[in-house]
């Protein structure tokens, strides 16, 4: 059985058995189901085995301890992934993507993270595939308010979903469109536009909703609050960092960098350093929204 989803207006498929119990923990895909979507970007079918093939090793490791890990080899006719739930723990699922990455075959090793190696495998399709259509798969938490989208950026622990919490707490109007991967992409007027995705992290947050950037906050501790506005190229460093994508890819790299770009030379991007406290958010709002 195939179903279809439509992600920041990127098309894919689910192909799955029929009686496969999967498709009923599929729920933070239910607001993004399309019927018949032409043309998908990529599909995604579940197999029982696949072949060995020979692999060349082009990245391995996570964001830290207690976060996934993604292992990616090249081969002969395209990629395979291995995806592990945590640094230790072994190999839970096998991806093989064709060069294009616009047919996936998913093996699943390990069937207690069946619904962890399903999204591990959507997300990295999504990412690789959508990188040449101005389209970037963020590790944020963003709130809208008066129908902009701000993202806080910064790494697993740091405090993303607490300022996100803070804002949605203070300041009115707050609302969470997503808590840990939202897609940012291009209009084809080059507008940078924050989309919710399927993808929330620990909170369940699955809109199918988007605004414009208003802007890009990176998140750093400290015993003081304050915000800084960056310059271009601190910005580029602080929304590379914060994006998924096969960087060392030239071609993919070259399609980021020229989303990069527009993005940073035309939507403010911060640091704000801060304490996990309320005056933070008014800091940050008062910067970010004029009040």
Same mark, same amino acid.
């Given at each position: 059985m195939t179903k279809s989803f439509k992600v920041a207006g990127h098309c894919f498929n689910f192909d799955l058995p029929a009686s496969d119990t999967l498709w009923d923990r599929l729920g933070q895909y239910s607001p993004f189901e399309v019927e018949n979507a032409p043309s998908p970007l990529f599909s995604i079918r579940l197999v029982d085995s696949l072949p060995e093939v020979p692999m060349e090793k082009v990245y391995g490791g996570g964001e830290g301890p207690? &976060?996934? =890990? /993604?292992?990616?080899? @090249? +081969? %002969?006719?395209?990629? =395979?992934? &291995?995806?592990? %739930?945590?640094?230790?723990?072994?190999? #839970?699922a096998r991806i093989h993507a064709d060069t294009s990455f616009s047919d996936a075959r998913l093996q699943i090793l390990q069937p207690s993270f069946r619904l962890f190696s399903l999204n591990n495998a959507a997300m990295l399709m999504f990412a690789f595939s959508t990188a040449p259509l101005g389209t970037l798969e963020m590790h944020a938490s963003v709130i809208e308010n008066g129908g902009r989208a701000f993202l806080w950026l910064a790494k697993s622990g740091t405090?993303?979903? +607490?300022?996100?919490?803070?804002?949605?707490?203070? /300041? %009115?109007?707050? @609302?969470?469109? $997503? !808590?840990? $991967?939202?897609?940012?992409?291009? !209009? *084809? !007027?080059? +507008?940078? &536009?924050?989309?919710?995705?399927?993808?929330?992290?620990?909170? %369940? #947050?699955? /809109? $199918?909703?988007?605004?414009?950037?208003?802007?890009? =906050?990176? /998140? @750093? @501790?400290? *015993?003081? $609050?304050r915000i800084e506005r960056l310059g271009v190229f601190e910005s580029y460093a602080m929304v590379f960092s914060s994006s998924s994508g096969l960087k060392s890819d030239p071609s993919m790299a070259d399609h980021m960098h020229s989303t990069f770009e527009r993005i940073v030379t035309s939507v403010p991007c911060y640091n704000l350093f801060c304490r996990p406290d309320e005056e933070a958010a008014r800091v940050c709002a008062a910067e970010l929204l004029g009040k």
């Open positions: 207690g &976060e996934p =890990v /993604i292992m990616l080899y @090249r +081969t %002969p006719g395209g990629w =395979v992934f &291995e995806s592990m %739930p945590f640094s230790g723990q072994p190999v #839970c405090g993303k979903s +607490t300022h996100s919490q803070l804002w949605l707490k203070h /300041i %009115p109007g707050s @609302r969470l469109l $997503n !808590d840990d $991967n939202p897609i940012v992409r291009l !209009d *084809p !007027d080059g +507008t940078p &536009e924050v989309y919710g995705s399927p993808w929330s992290g620990k909170t %369940p #947050c699955y /809109i $199918n909703k988007h605004f414009p950037a208003g802007a890009f =906050v990176q /998140i @750093r @501790r400290s *015993p003081e $609050n």
